[in-house]
């Protein structure tokens, strides 16, 4: 059986790595990866394929930043083209990317089967570019592996759970194997003494990244759409990141840092360290080393739920419903009071943290036994 892979974007390498890994172990399945080329920085893209020992791509198709339209129409047409010269049996999508959208629609059109690893998800705000890239893929694939029981329930309202299975989440199966070789080999000493200031952030940021301590720091990661493309908004973060009781690390999106630089950088955050992105294992000393975790990201929010770090989500929804229990995660809309008081005053109850909402660990090799089975 011959699978294409469809990836783009930083959280689907991540996801990836653990099922391309099963995969590499079956016999007879044989997996070639597309690379749209969506994310194309070392430190967003060639740095993970790198340390989680990923296959190297067959096809990199290079299309880089545009509007959402030309970056979608452009994949689309490379990943056609591909098709018709592999004739693959199927392909595969993760997550809800615009590589996620332009592999599913390109296969789909062509009749080739396709598998959708993260289905179900929902905000139900339509206005997420997310959003729309998950419902338009979840309905145009055959084959729906859901990393939750919630996920199974959204679809199912959608009418589209027949062909749904609830297999756990790969990010869960990701954590729990790459944690122990970041503690190994990536302390945390070594972790902060690897940490790049932004350069043109540099007059911004009093604090020294190799003088963090242990537990006495807050990790944040921006990059929704929703928030970086306000300036006010994305200033009332920063205002409230800088007026925390202890330092933050900002690990800054490429799309964030471009923000902040054109429009904010004259004002001064002493609070903050705005440092360049980092590779997954250093990601996850940092984060099981943090106090608290300030996010839009999806994927932060889980990793933190596994690493029982409390998170606060910079956002008024969460597709993540599940970390909300116990308030290991808060919602916080962006206001410099709430983002305060949620920081500062709320402490989760340690007895409800549940991880097995987000199955055993083994959803990769169990989305692989089932790709046998049924193609
Ligand atoms: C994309 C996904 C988002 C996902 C995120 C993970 C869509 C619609 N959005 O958002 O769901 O959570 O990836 O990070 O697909 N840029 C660089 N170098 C890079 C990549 C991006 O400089 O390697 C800059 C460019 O200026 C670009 C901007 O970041 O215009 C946005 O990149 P893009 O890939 O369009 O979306 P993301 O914000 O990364």
Redesign the pocket.
């Known amino acids: 059986m011959k699978i294409i892979t469809v990836l ?4 689907q390498f991540i996801k990836a790595a653990v099922v391309s890994k099963c995969i590499a172990a079956e016999t007879g399945i044989y997996e070639i990866i597309v690379h749209t080329g ?4 070392t ?3 060639d740095v993970f394929f790198r340390e989680l020992k990923m296959p190297t791509p067959k096809y990199n198709l290079g299309i ?3 509007s ?1 339209g030309k ?1 979608t129409a452009r994949m689309l047409e490379g990943i056609e083209e591909i098709i018709l010269d592999e004739r693959p049996d199927v392909l595969m999508v993760y ?7 332009a592999g599913a629609l390109a296969a789909s059109k062509l009749h080739v089967p396709v598998i959708h690893v993260e289905a179900g998800l929902r905000s139900y705000n339509k206005l997420m ?2 959003e729309q ?1 998950r419902i338009l893929t979840d309905h145009i694939s055959d084959t729906l592996f859901c990393p939750t029981q919630t996920a199974i329930n959204n679809l199912f309202k959608e009418g589209i759970s027949k062909r749904a299975y609830n297999t756990g989440d790969v990010m869960y199966d990701s954590v729990l194997a790459y944690k122990a070789i970041a503690e190994k080999y990536y302390p945390f000493g070594q972790v902060i003494r690897h940490i790049e200031i932004y350069p043109r952030m540099e007059k911004n940021c009093a604090q020294k990244p190799c003088e963090l301590e242990s537990g006495k720091y807050y990790l944040t990661t921006i ?3 929703e928030n ?1 493309d306000d300036i006010i908004k994305l200033q009332i973060i920063l205002e409230s990141l800088d007026c925390l009781d202890i330092p933050v690390v900002f690990l800054v ?4 840092i ?1 923000m902040i630089t054109e429009s904010l950088s004259e004002n001064d955050y002493d609070n903050i360290i705005f440092a360049e992105p980092v590779s997954y294992l250093e990601m996850l000393t940092l984060l099981s080393n943090a106090r608290k975790v300030l996010t839009d ?3 932060l929010q889980k990793e933190a739920y596994f690493s029982e770090i409390p998170c606060i989500t910079l956002r008024d929804q969460t597709e993540w419903i599940e970390t909300l229990d116990g308030n290991w995660n808060i919602l916080s809309p962006i206001d410099k009071h709430s983002i305060l008081g949620k920081v500062l005053d709320i402490i989760p109850e340690t007895s409800i943290l549940n991880k097995n909402y987000f199955g055993n660990g083994n959803a990769a090799s169990r989305i692989v036994d089932i790709i046998r089975a049924s193609y």
């Open positions: 783009g974007a930083r959280p969506q994310h194309y920085d430190k967003m893209s880089g930043s545009a959402h970056q997550g809800d990317t615009n590589s996620t959208l570019p997310e890239n990059h929704r759409a970086t999106h490429p799309r964030t471009k990201s999806g994927g």
